[in-house]
């Protein structure tokens, strides 16, 4: 088992791979560990990358400070552990509250990143995300942890996937109950509440970042991301279809095949996006890996392809949508 | 959490994924919760005849019924077992208990905003916090029976309580204590209780 001190204190991280590897760095959400990153693990690890794995302060197995946790700690653990590891620099991806980690890594140690994926996250929070928050969090302190893991699961799970593992998510739940203690992810919470807005920050952002966004994300919106693609100038914005707030779990295949896809872009010198806007294809076995969006990609309602009603025909018909061809899968 | 915390708790997952729980477990786990609340119990029943601010008063003496009931409800559904050995092993723990946390010092005088109070508070905290059962189950065990639907409701129940310890951890301003010695009394109490669990442990897996 391997632990990293920090401060004093123990963090919980795993390594896989050779250090001279691409290194992909994982960050968990809010109430996750490090196993599930399983998939990525073994993924990455046959394909030639090396993976950091690490339970934040407050999470699984690392520490879980009683009093408060400070924020600003999980992008020096991270920097510390790559120190510890001896990896210049990495690709860092994260997701919701892993991916604030992402974003804030990026900018405060710009020296340390080759690539940033930040998926279903944001960098301020509007009335609703915080509304939420605050539903979230009362509902966790006032009933119990697991209550929160099930508030999460609509927003985290499409329809499709809950109707399909309906008998297993009673288990991923006490599984969550079980390896999370409510006072460490209360302090966690409890540091995104004092921590103050930073999009005005992410311009200093260089380094490549292929945003991901679940295409029914409710929980951190489109907008949020949108905030991102805008700010950051080497950015993408990746829409994944029919997915919600935690697709990492849900569709991991096709995640690590575009993660593995911009990793070798940005290896071989060829990353050259500029705050486009890019739809996953939802099939892993296509040869397309995404294409450009057409539309409006703010609005759920797809508000460009539909003619505005005449005095002749005012049912709105909608217009041929020719999309063309983006990038297709990578060679591996 | 320790390394030993974190070994012995493995190998109570490993173990209780092969061994069904028995009436000498049952009756294990009941004594040494049972040590714990009373303890915290015999604690809070002062507030009940000394002046508290009204805002702490309301949530320990919550605290103070809650953990009354959740006692004898576990107790309640509790197979007891027959061998003596159970009950004179755990007598000793909670001797040791008693001992190592200093809870004694806690029962007599009244509750003052000082040292005392805060590492009482860090102590009641790590009891409620650290000692964990359900999740050395596999996570696939049925919870419908009355000892473990009652195990489960004093952990859940604990987690809404420690809002109390949290709130006031957080919260209360102790005029001789600077954070690090805060942060410092928090640990030792938290290793005093984890201390305590890791024999439990050792012993409960031995049954």
């Known amino acids: 088992m391997a632990l990293f001190n920090y401060k004093n204190v123990e963090i919980y991280y795993e390594f896989a791979g050779n250090v001279k590897d691409p290194c992909i760095v994982f960050i968990n959400g809010l109430t996750q560990q490090v196993q599930h990153w399983a998939y990525y693990k073994d993924y990455f690890k046959n394909r030639g990358c090396s993976v950091l794995l690490f339970d934040l302060m407050g999470q699984g197995s690392s520490v879980k400070p009683t009093l408060f946790i400070d924020f600003q700690d999980n992008q020096n653990v991270l920097a510390g552990l790559l120190d510890k590891l001896t990896i210049d620099k990495a690709y860092i991806a994260g997701i919701s509250f892993g991916g604030v980690v992402v974003l804030r890594f990026g900018i405060e140690y710009p020296e340390k990143v080759k690539g940033l994926i930040p998926m279903s996250t944001f960098s301020e929070m509007d009335a609703q995300l915080q509304f939420i928050g605050n539903n979230l969090y009362e509902g966790m302190v006032g009933i119990g942890f697991e209550y929160l893991v099930k508030q999460f699961v609509p927003f985290n799970f499409s329809a499709n996937w809950i109707g399909n593992n309906a008998d297993k998510l009673p288990i991923a739940i006490r599984e969550s109950f079980n390896n999370n203690d409510l006072y460490g992810i209360q302090n966690m919470m409890e540091s995104l509440a004092r921590f103050q807005g930073f999009t005005h920050e992410l311009k200093q952002i260089k380094a490549p970042t292929l945003i991901m966004n679940g295409e029914f994300d409710y929980l951190t919106d489109r907008e949020a991301h949108e905030i991102l693609r805008k700010e950051i100038p080497n950015s993408r914005l990746l829409l994944m279809q029919k997915v919600c707030h935690a697709f990492t779990l849900e569709i991991p295949d096709i995640v690590c095949r575009l993660i593995e896809d911009f990793v070798l872009t940005v290896e071989k010198g060829e990353w050259k996006a500029k705050q486009d806007v890019m739809i996953a294809a939802d099939d892993v076995n296509s040869k397309e890996l995404y294409f450009p969006c057409q539309g409006d990609h703010t609005r759920l309602i797809p508000i460009n392809n539909i003619k505005k009603p005449s005095k002749a025909n005012t049912t709105g018909v909608t217009q041929k949508n020719s999309q063309k061809s983006g990038k297709t899968k990578p060679e591996a | ?207």
Do not use: C
């Open chain 2, 1 to 207: 959490m320790s390394q030993k915390l974190i070994e012995i708790k493995n190998k109570a997952k490993e173990y209780f994924s092969k061994n069904e729980l028995n009436a000498d477990h049952e009756t294990a786990i009941t004594l040494f919760i049972s040590g714990v609340k009373s303890a915290n119990v015999l604690i809070l029943s002062k507030i009940e005849i000394q002046p508290v601010d009204w805002h702490a008063y309301k949530y320990m003496h919550a605290q103070y019924f809650k953990d009354l009931q959740l006692f004898s409800l576990l107790n309640r559904s509790t197979n007891w077992s027959y061998n003596p050995y159970i009950y004179y092993q755990l007598s000793s723990q909670t001797f040791n208990l008693w001992g190592t946390s200093n809870l004694n010092t806690y029962i007599l005088g009244a509750f003052d905003l000082d040292a005392k109070f805060f590492r009482y508070l860090s102590l009641s905290h790590a009891f409620k916090t650290e000692i964990r059962f359900i999740p050395l189950f596999p996570s696939d065990l049925s919870l419908d029976t009355p000892f473990l639907s009652a195990l489960y409701d004093v952990e859940v129940q604990n987690q809404r309580e420690i809002q109390t310890q949290i709130s006031m951890l957080k919260n209360i301003e102790v005029p001789s204590l600077t954070v690090e010695q805060k942060e410092e009394i928090v640990r030792n109490e938290r290793q005093v209780v984890a201390d305590s669990y890791v024999d439990f442990l050792k012993f409960l897996i031995t049954i």
